[in-house]
């Protein structure tokens, strides 16, 4: 069965640091979300990713954070300077179209740990 | 402000008793319903889903859920708990138009007693 894939599974970084979370989505899938959960928190919506652009993002996604598709597989999010705050398990999920009758597919995360 | 409440944050049931994990939504209009399952080191897995017709759902695993408008609530239930049922449960929502986010709730964690 296809599945999500994200690497690295844990990132250790400095604060300050730019670090790069990758996914490679569903190979058919056409909408990409990232989302994250802090110890203890819930799953929280940060963007999502249609067609080359942003179509949706919440207000957790500042200018920290970008997201790109680099190529026809890759689905990365990037945090310029990270904050301690920012450690949280990072979760990357596609979908294959748009509407709610798909399920959106998630990997297993990124666990990112900020020092 | 549109919301997911999962009331209880722990919960162990005996391998073989029947569990209900509950969940309630904050939104004026009918939402879309999701109830996702991680293990330890895996992604969320769908259990089920419920966009509308019948309020109970059957999903994956031998779980099901019941949509119940009056009470704004998705309550997951299975019959006979397994020990690999052990995991984290979320129940998340759907408000908005096609291809949005889905907002979570902040899981439920499942122990299985032998």
């Known amino acids: 069965e296809p599945e999500v894939t994200q690497t690295p599974s844990h990132q250790v970084t400095q604060m300050g640091q730019e670090v790069i979370l990758r996914c490679v989505p569903i190979?058919?899938?056409?909408?990409f979300y990232w989302y994250r959960q802090i110890l203890g928190q819930k799953v929280e919506f940060l963007v999502s990713?249609?067609?080359?652009?942003?179509?949706?993002k919440s207000e957790i996604f500042d200018d920290q954070f970008s997201v790109e598709r680099p190529d026809g597989s890759n689905f990365t999010l990037k945090i310029r300077s990270t904050k301690l705050e920012d450690s949280a398990m990072y979760f990357c999920a596609s979908k294959s179209s748009a509407g709610f009758t798909d399920t959106q597919y998630f990997g297993p995360g990124t666990r990112l740990t900020v020092l | 402000a549109q919301s997911v409440t999962q009331p209880d944050i722990h919960i162990t049931v005996s391998e073989g008793a029947s569990l209900e994990l509950r969940c309630n939504y904050s939104y004026g209009a009918t939402p879309y319903l999701f109830w996702y399952v991680q293990s330890p080191g895996q992604g969320l897995q769908l259990l089920l889903k419920y966009f509308s017709g019948d309020t109970l759902v059957q999903g994956i695993k031998g779980f099901e859920a019941e949509f119940k408008r009056s009470q704004s609530s998705f309550n997951l239930r299975k019959p006979s708990v397994h020990w690999s049922d052990a995991a984290e449960y979320f129940c998340?929502?759907?408000?908005?138009?096609?291809?949005?986010?889905?907002?979570f709730g902040k899981g439920t964690t499942l122990s299985v007693s032998s």
């Open positions: 990713f249609y067609n080359n652009e942003i179509s949706e």
């Open positions: 998340a929502v759907a408000f908005n138009q096609a291809g949005t986010a889905l907002i």
């Open positions: 190979s058919n899938h056409l909408y």
